[in-house]
């Protein structure tokens, strides 16, 4: 079973930030967090990842709680092609595939 | 950018018929790995890949499943005699190392009826 919990769906306007979050409260110290997105049914696309500090790429940051019970994945400016399902998974050095949820379904708004 | 590739992107068959679904990884990637993901529902792990074996494998993957890497580039995922339930989305991905981040490719729509 997937170790984190998201919610199921949000909105954000077209041209503001997308705060996206995710609970892993049961998380082991050496499991990574990675961020994928589905958009309609094409193939999970990576986003990002981290384990203790905070990421940028040039798609998204990562914000990780100090206590990594909690991250939040943020598209600073979303746009209407940002809408998708976004998956929060939870890995550890040790384990190769990855356990997807449900993901959050985001819809970005005109 | 190096990508996933999958062929073919849409497959018909009748049950009871064997497909083969093709993928070619990155190039410079080792790890290999099928999910499937039935429509509406979760995407599923299904397989990995490593040196030639297979290294993990789900409840999902039985006998009617095989996986091979014919040559230097492709990565193919045998169903002998598909069933109904066998609809889905086949996605294959790819990764440098067990624990680097894995690249999935655009999938092939399976339609067994």
């Known amino acids: 079973d997937a170790k984190t919990t998201q919610p199921t769906s949000m909105d954000c306007a077209e041209g503001r930030a997308a705060n996206l979050p995710c609970n892993h409260s049961?998380?082991?110290?050496?499991?990574?967090v990675y961020w994928y997105r589905q958009i309609h049914s094409q193939g999970p696309q990576y986003i990002i990842h981290?384990?203790?500090n905070n990421e940028t790429n040039e798609m998204a940051s990562l914000i990780i709680t100090e206590d990594r019970k909690s991250s939040t994945l943020i598209l600073p400016h979303a746009t209407l092609r940002d809408t998708a399902v976004y998956y929060c998974?939870?890995?550890?050095?040790?384990?190769?595939?990855?356990?997807f949820g449900p993901g959050t379904r985001l819809s970005v708004l005109p | 950018e190096p990508e996933v590739t999958q062929t073919p992107s849409h497959q018909v068959t009748q049950m009871g018929q064997e497909v083969i679904l093709r993928c070619v990884p990155i190039?410079?990637?080792?790890?290999f790995y099928w999910y499937r993901q039935i429509l509406g529902q979760k995407v599923e792990f299904l397989v990995s890949?490593?040196?030639?074996?297979?290294?993990?494998k789900s409840e999902i993957f039985d006998d009617q499943f095989s996986v091979e890497r014919p040559d230097g580039s492709n990565f193919t995922l045998k169903i002998r005699s598909t069933k109904l339930e066998d609809s889905a989305m086949y996605f294959c991905?790819?990764?440098?190392?067990?624990?680097?981040?894995?690249?999935f490719g655009p999938g092939t729509r399976l339609l067994v009826l």
């Open positions: 049961t998380i082991s110290g050496n499991e990574y």
């Open positions: 981290g384990l203790k």
């Open positions: 190039s410079n990637h080792l790890y």
């Open positions: 991905a790819s990764g440098r190392g067990d624990q680097e981040t894995q690249y």
């Open positions: 998974i939870a890995r550890d050095n040790y384990g190769q595939n990855f356990v």
């Open positions: 890949f490593y040196n030639n074996e297979i290294s993990e």
